[in-house]
């Protein structure tokens, strides 16, 4: 499905973006994020059939890297959510709610660093 947005007059925007529901909870653990571990930046990719938000860094004069980042994904009519470290991915399900607290728990002081978290293939 593709929407047009008046107010912007953007089209072409594709079915598998984040709802709004879901980006306002992206959007709260990334600001969790920025209390508790010092996150600074993101940036938001999208296309037919994945939309990323992504955590980045930048260096003092270096490019941006991304630490990490939480996707949404259509396959075969599915969606399925996904969270990386750099990457690597950490985690992926069809329930958004565990991805997302998933997402919350690697914004916390300590949490990369303590291994709790294992790379998924």
């Known amino acids: 499905m593709t929407e047009k947005f008046p107010s912007t007059g953007l089209s ?3 079915s598998c973006v ?3 529901g879901q980006l306002r909870q ?3 653990a990334y600001a969790e994020g920025v209390l508790n571990k010092g996150w600074k930046d993101y940036a938001i990719t999208s296309d037919k059939n994945q939309t990323t938000f992504c955590v980045v860094e ?3 004069g270096t490019a941006m890297a991304v630490i990490y980042s ?3 994904t259509k396959s075969k009519n599915k969606d399925f959510y996904r969270v990386f470290d750099g990457q690597k991915q950490i985690f992926r399900s069809e329930n958004f ?3 997302i607290n998933i ?3 690697i914004g916390k002081i300590g949490t990369k660093k303590s291994g709790k978290l294992k790379v998924i293939k």
């Open 26 to 28: 992206v959007l709260a």
């Open 58 to 60: 930048r260096g003092n």
């Open 18 to 20: 984040f709802t709004h």
């Open 97 to 99: 709610l565990e991805t």
């Open 12 to 14: 072409g925007v594709h």
């Open 103 to 105: 997402f919350r728990e």
């Open 70 to 72: 939480i996707s949404r």
